[in-house]
Each structure stands twice: as structure tokens, then as C-alpha cells.
């Protein structure tokens, strides 16, 4: 099926330990995209890649990290969780981030860390 | 400052009604778009527009450049349509969205 999937869809994770979340697009798009959710604020860009082999940090990307090795991947490593990063982790993959195209979302991650 | 500001913030509707969510941005863009999150579920992508306006189905969204405003409005409201509504902004410059932070449209049967 044709599209974005993130995992896990959501996980309890003690504070100070190692979490990836995954994403996989099957839509060949160049640009991918890592958001977190939190309540009143909307989404906010944590990092993101125009396309593979590049990487670049968003409005919140303390504390996170990503690679891009090929183009269906877009990993988000939080390398030593803090409660403070309890949301909801969405990625989003255009065309191209040059273009007007359409984006696709995720299905969402809803992370704990307690 | 918000670049994007979305109104009203919670909506709540018999069905049937005719529904506007506005949208008003501060920054020069190369399109607007339109997206809906059901409660618990992920974000799908309902329009992206740069001028004029868009029709699909009960929903409709128009944009005006020199206003710097968009509309997304429903016609026949229906409980189903209950979700988050968000505007997202995509600049002239940089290839990143600005986000509304979402209308919570409820729909009452």
C-alpha cells in the first residue's frame, strides 16, 4: 500500500533510555519531514531532509536526531528521552520540498516517557 | 509571533450546518493547505491551494493573496466530519510550514 508508515504507534519509555522512531515512505518523495505534536501548540518541525544524504534541524531539535541514508527512511533518534518530549511524533514526506506538492502524514507515534 | 492564526479555535455545530474555519497568515506564501486530524487518528491532506478556490465534495476552501486570508468551509455538516482542522502555510522562501494550531470542529447529530 502506497505511503507513509510510522512505528511504533506509540511506546512508554523510561527517562535517559535510547528510543528510533521509524518512518518508511514507498512514494519515492525527495523530502521528508519530523514533527511533534503537543497541545496548544500544534506541530512544530523537529528536523527534516530535502533528500537523501541531507538532514537539517527544524524549530525544536534539541535533544533529537535523524539520518537519511536512502530515500524511503527517515529515522528520529531521541537519544536519551526526557519527559519533556512526551507528544505525538508525526513524518511527513513531499515530492520535493522546492515545489508546491502535496504532503503526506504519518499515522502518528504517541511517545510516553515517564 | 504566529505566522499563522487559526479561528475560531473550537467550533461546535448541529448537522447540517454551514461551516467557515478561518485562516490568516503574516508571510508571503507559495501555496496554503488544508489539513484534517480525527481524534486519535493521523493528519491527511484536504486541499493545497495558491489562489482561487477549491471544491471537493461537502468541502470547500478559497484563498485570498492580497489578504493574506484562506477559508475552509463545509456545506451539510455532518457528525463525521468532527476533527482538527489545520492551516498550514508553505513561505516564498525556505521549504518549511507554518502551522495554525488547528479549529476542533464537533459536529452534533
Known amino acids: 500500500i502506497a505511503g507513509i508508515t510510522q512505528a511504533p504507534t506509540s511506546q512508554i519509555l523510561a527517562a535517559g533510555r535510547r528510543m528510533t522512531l521509524r518512518c518508511t515512505q514507498d512514494?519515492?518523495?525527495?523530502?521528508m519531514y519530523w514533527y511533534r505534536q503537543d497541545l496548544g501548540l500544534g506541530l512544530r518541525l523537529i528536523h527534516y531532509?530535502?533528500?537523501?544524504?541531507?538532514?537539517g534541524k527544524g524549530e525544536v531539535p534539541d535533544g533529537y536526531s535523524v539520518s537519511r541514508a536512502n530515500t524511503d527512511d527517515f529515522p528520529l533518534t531521541l537519544a536519551s528521552a526526557v519527559p519533556s518530549q512526551t507528544s505525538v511524533y508525526f513524518c511527513a514526506s513531499r515530492r520535493d520540498s522546492y515545489m508546491n506538492t502535496e504532503a503526506f502524514f504519518g499515522q502518528g507515534t504517541r511517545l510516553t516517557v515517564v | 509571533k504566529n505566522e499563522v492564526e487559526q479561528s475560531p479555535q473550537n467550533l461546535t455545530a448541529q448537522e447540517g450546518e454551514f461551516i467557515t474555519i478561518n485562516c490568516s497568515y503574516s508571510v508571503g506564501i507559495s501555496a496554503l493547505h488544508w489539513l484534517q486530524q480525527h481524534p486519535g487518528g493521523g493528519i491527511v491532506s484536504l486541499f493545497m491551494l495558491s489562489s482561487g478556490k477549491k471544491k471537493h465534495g461537502r468541502l470547500i476552501a478559497t484563498i485570498n493573496i492580497q489578504e493574506k486570508h484562506s477559508s475552509l468551509h463545509i456545506t451539510a455538516s455532518h457528525p463525521r466530519d468532527s476533527a482538527v482542522y489545520i492551516c498550514a502555510a508553505h513561505p516564498n522562501t525556505g521549504n518549511q510550514f507554518y502551522f495554525g494550531t488547528g479549529t476542533s470542529l464537533t459536529v452534533i447529530p
Open positions: 531532509s530535502n533528500t537523501a544524504g541531507t538532514t
Open positions: 512514494m519515492r518523495h525527495n523530502a
